[in-house]
């Protein structure tokens, strides 16, 4: 079980990672984003479901795998009203109105490829770590299936996960939506050495 330290300095990394995700989010959409300090959750994996939103709830989420030293899932989720508007308003065109217009899809997966992207690039340069992601997929369906597929892949490694949560929104719209993080306890244990490692050695300088 992590230590409050271990998991405060957890959450000051993922604060990193979910800083660097809405600059490139702020950029691409020329507009202002705001985010909310990382939550978390460990535990068991069937616990956590509640943790990504009403089990019945309808999202789009765009999913990439994280591979290398600290192997996880990085994924986003909108309402569906939500991540129509960001795709309308990246690609100018309000006539698509399908979420799961192939246009839309296409669209939506390079803005979870971005965004995932410079997350991973600030945790990988901060803590020395090799981070790698797959392709992005995007699905549209309730929270409980979609959460399923992703933390029986997870789960398969441990019936323990570590779950990080970012709230983004963007002022003066009804656009908003979570950034997850999601790590086997492996690669949990790999990020706090090395998060250990990294203030150790400031203090010493």
Known sequence: MLTKYSQDKLNEIINIGAGNASTAMAKLLKKRVEITVPLSFIGKVEDSIEFFGGIDDVLTVIMVKVYGEV?????????????????????????????KDAYNVSTLNEVGNIISGSALTALSKFLKINMQQSVPAMAVDMVGAVTDTILAEVGSLSDTILVFKVEFSIPDTDTKGNLYFIFDPQATEKIIAATETIYQDGKNN
Request: no cysteine.
């Open 71 to 99: 192997p996880g899932v990085i994924f986003l989720t909108f309402t569906p009203d939500a991540a129509l508007k960001i795709s309308q308003a990246l690609a100018g065109d309000r006539s698509k109105t399908d979420i």
